[in-house]
Structures are given as structure tokens and as C-alpha cells.
């Protein structure tokens, strides 16, 4: 038996599954050294119960509200990774990064400089629009 014929073959999906909970490992523990203010949520807005296994991740900025107000303030949501998404031509060796502000640009090309090389993917940076997006997210 050859080399090749004794390494398992790994498909599309489970390679995607596991780089996706790979890679939010990865981000969390640099935005947690870097940028504490930032979850890491999924692109419907809800942050996940730590890194899963996902086609994308979210961006958005923790919302500072007192302990006295019960109302949630909406959530500032500042970029999109995209692993496999076919609208946005996304594969999983061609990730795409959508940013909402201008002002994030400089920090998502370094952060985007860090899961290229971390990574060995290619990754697309996109400046989405010109401010913040807000959203009506609820949860965590």
C-alpha cells in the first residue's frame, strides 16, 4: 500500500467543517488579545456557543448598555468572513471578507494577513459600504 492509498479521503464537507471551527478558534483568541469588544457571531447575527462548524462567521461590535436598561441597543455589525457562499463566489480555498467601514479596512487586511497565512487560503477583501451596519439582533 502507497503513502497515498493509506491517507483517509476527506470531503468537501467535513474539510469545511472543520476549517470553519478551526478558523473560529483562530479569531476568537485573537480578537480576545486584540479587540475584546468584537463577538464573533454567525452571519444571522446570533453569537455561536463558541467556534462550530459554519460557512461563515460575523463581525459585530458587543453592544455597551448599562446593567439597568432591558432593552437590547442593536447590534454594530463591521464584517463577514464568507468560507463557502456561491452569491459571493466563496470556496473553501477562496474565502471572501466583506467589510462595513471604512475605518475597519486597515484592521481586516492585517486579520486577513493572519488566516492567509494561517490558513493557506486566499482571501478577497471587500469594502461592503462605507459605515457600520446596525442590526436588530437579539441573544448573547
Known amino acids: ?53 459554519t460557512e461563515s462567521y460575523a463581525f459585530v461590535v458587543k453592544p455597551k448598555v448599562p446593567r439597568f436598561v432591558f432593552r437590547e441597543k ?23 471578507l466583506e467589510i462595513f467601514g471604512r475605518e475597519h479596512i486597515e484592521f481586516f487586511k492585517d486579520l486577513a494577513h493572519k488566516l492567509v497565512e494561517g490558513f493557506k487560503v486566499e482571501i478577497h477583501v471587500r469594502l461592503k459600504s462605507e459605515k457600520p451596519q446596525y442590526t436588530s439582533m437579539f441573544g448573547k
Open 1 to 53: 500500500m502507497t503513502d497515498v492509498q493509506a491517507k483517509p479521503a476527506v470531503s468537501y464537507s467535513e474539510s469545511l467543517e472543520i476549517t470553519g471551527k478551526r478558523v473560529g478558534e483562530f479569531l476568537q483568541g485573537l480578537l480576545a488579545m486584540a479587540v475584546p469588544e468584537l463577538i464573533l457571531a454567525s452571519c444571522a447575527g446570533d453569537p455561536p456557543d463558541g467556534p462550530q462548524e
Open 74 to 96: 442593536p447590534r454594530v455589525l463591521i464584517a463577514n468572513l464568507w468560507f463557502k457562499n456561491e452569491v459571493r463566489h466563496a470556496t473553501h480555498k477562496k474565502w471572501v
